[in-house]
T-cell receptor, first 116, second 110 residues
Framework: GAGVSQSPSNKVTEKGKDVELRCDPI?????LYWYRQRLGQGLEFLIY????????KSGLPSDRFSAERTGESVSTLTIQRTQQEDSAVYLC??????????????FGPGTRLTVL | QQQVKQSPQSLIVQKGGISIINCAYE??????FPWYQQFPGKGPALLIA?????SEKKEGRFTISFNKSAKQFSLHIMDSQPGDSATYFC?????????FGTGTSLTVIP
């Protein structure tokens, strides 16, 4: 079956440019998370969407970061005026409260962002 | 502030040996403790998880030991295999908030 997909798989950009990352969650999953994973580091929570509720943006590191999600479908993470410290793998995960595990998250393969 | 502290950062084990990874937390509101396995170029995948009302959970060669009073939990991989070589993350959750450890790179030597 289809899992969480993310695009692009790799993105190289120049400092100061804007980038847009896409996440397609598993169909029917109402919850969607974005994480940042720097090289050799753990996962850093960025933002959480649940259905039509207001998103939890508490993890966004600066106002250059924003994310949108239309209903329970695709989400886009936008980074404006990229900086070299934004270089990381950006992971998306989706889940459903109906899962047998408590909020089990299913992760996509990630987008590797490199800011030159 | 790191909500979940994980150790060791890296681990090398002989095939057939036991791999042990430890995590500690502070927030007593956490009510779900999953472990994720991540292979290079892939997203993390749920390996095993435990709730704080049990002290141990076993699934095949993988066991979580949970010590509520010490606020610690650990992953044990019995009979470690080269195919277990990956990065392992512990996490702690309350509601929809997840906090991840910094990861342990496990290498199982044939």
């Amino acid at each position: 079956g289809a899992g969480v997909s993310q695009s692009p798989s790799n993105k190289v950009t120049e400092k100061g440019k804007d980038v847009e990352l896409r996440c397609d969650p598993i169909s029917g999953h109402t919850a969607l998370y974005w994480y940042r994973q720097r090289l050799g580091q753990g996962l850093e929570f960025l933002i959480y969407f649940q259905g039509n509720s207001a998103p939890d943006k508490s993890g966004l590191p600066s106002d250059r970061f924003s994310a949108e999600r239309t209903g329970e479908s695709v989400s886009t993470l936008t980074i404006q005026r990229t900086q070299q410290e934004d270089s990381a793998v950006y992971l998306c995960a989706s889940s459903t409260p109906l899962a047998s595990f408590h909020n089990e998250q299913f992760f996509g393969p990630g987008t590797r962002l490199t800011v030159l | 502030q790191q909500q979940v502290k994980q150790s060791p950062q890296s681990l090398i084990v002989q095939k057939g040996g036991i791999s042990i990874i430890n995590c500690a937390y502070e927030n007593t509101a956490f009510d779900y403790f999953p472990w994720y396995q991540q292979f290079p170029g892939k997203g993390p995948a749920l390996l095993i998880a435990i709730r704080p009302d049990v002290s141990e959970k076993k699934e095949g060669r993988f066991t979580i030991s949970f010590n509520k009073s010490a606020k610690q939990f650990s992953l044990h991989i019995m009979d470690s295999q080269p195919g277990d070589s990956a990065t392992y993350f512990c996490a702690a959750s309350t509601g929809n908030q997840f906090y991840f450890g910094t990861g342990t790179s496990l290498t199982v030597i044939p």
